[in-house]
């Protein structure tokens, strides 16, 4: 038995990839963090969107405090929180696995986010582990880690870890901000993982030309296709920094009705909030 629920993303109005998987052995909370856009079309999030977020930050809170386990995939603010939107408590008895706070990472978030995260959950955890590239077990729960890989098409961002999890032969993959993927060793872990479901963060085509490039775009989608292609896929979910503008589908016109986003991969309809900022102020 493998479960899973996808709790907060960018379809559902927020930033956040906050992912609940669940197997006979085990709980796991991935990411349990929710952000907003501080500016897009140079306005501030609207009151919609703040309220979507305290609301999401509540599910992720009482989710999170269910779990045995809490994975953090980087530090970006919209992955782990210092507890002004989700308390920290949730990371109090749990078995905490963290992006290495000091290897593979760029200087914002070695010299300031990871050290004031380590900080601030000090003493609380039953035991924090740097997961990346290794693997735990939970019975005959697997939870396997990436070797750190890019954010994105380049590290100006910084790295990631990918997550597996394997439960009684099935297989779930988050990919975290991977925003694409468009490099070969973002991908290689996940054709090796051949998983039956795929929650990946999809190319960052809101900043196409600016950015993230047409030749990234392309080599995205190409590489979503192969991932498509692997044997054991059932459900592909393309959400998070894919879900900034509301055309993303037509982005991908090859795979256009092969994945889903989140909020429709839960049964609700794309809220696209931060995509629809400027409709929200009436302009
Ligand atoms: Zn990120
Ligand atoms: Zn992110």
């Known amino acids: 038995m493998l479960s899973f629920r996808l709790i907060a993303f960018d379809s559902m109005g927020v930033r956040s990839m906050a992912t609940v998987v669940e197997t006979k052995d085990v709980k796991i909370f991935i990411d349990p963090s929710v952000a907003l ?3 897009r079309f140079g306005l501030p999030p609207h ?3 703040v309220e979507r977020m305290y609301e999401l ?5 009482e989710e999170a405090l269910d779990s045995d386990v809490i994975i953090v995939t980087h530090y970006h603010y919209d992955h782990f929180d210092l507890g002004h939107k989700v308390s920290l408590k949730v990371y109090e008895g749990k078995d905490v696995l963290i992006k290495h ?4 990472i760029n200087r914002s978030q070695r010299v300031e986010r990871a050290p004031l995260f380590l900080k601030s959950i000090e003493g609380l955890p039953n035991r924090i582990e740097f997961a990346d590239g290794r693997e735990f077990r939970f019975g005959s729960t697997s939870i396997r880690f990436s070797e750190a890989v890019p954010h994105g098409t380049n590290t100006r961002l910084g790295y990631v870890i990918e997550v597996l999890v394997e439960s009684e032969g099935e297989r779930f993959l988050f990919s975290s901000d991977v925003e694409g993927p468009s490099l070969d060793e ?3 872990f996940i054709e090796e993982a051949d998983p039956h479901v795929a929650v990946i963060d999809g190319p960052m085509t809101y900043m196409l030309g600016f ?3 047409k030749e990234s775009l392309r080599v995205s989608e190409e590489n979503l296709r192969r991932i498509l292609d692997l044997p054991s896929l059932e459900l592909l979910v393309l959400d998070h920094h894919f879900c900034r503008e509301l ?3 037509e982005r991908v016109p090859s795979i256009s009705n092969m994945f889903k ?3 429709e991969a839960s049964g609700r309809r794309n809220e696209l909030l931060e995509a629809m900022r400027r409709e929200l102020y009436g302009r």
């Open 101 to 104: 706070p000091k290897e593979n």
């Open 247 to 249: 055309e993303f589908r």
């Open 57 to 61: 930050a509540k599910v992720i809170e």
């Open 261 to 263: 986003t989140a909020a």
């Open 186 to 188: 973002q991908v290689r």
């Open 37 to 39: 856009a501080p500016k």
């Open 211 to 213: 950015r993230y490039s």
């Open 47 to 49: 009151d919609r969107e």
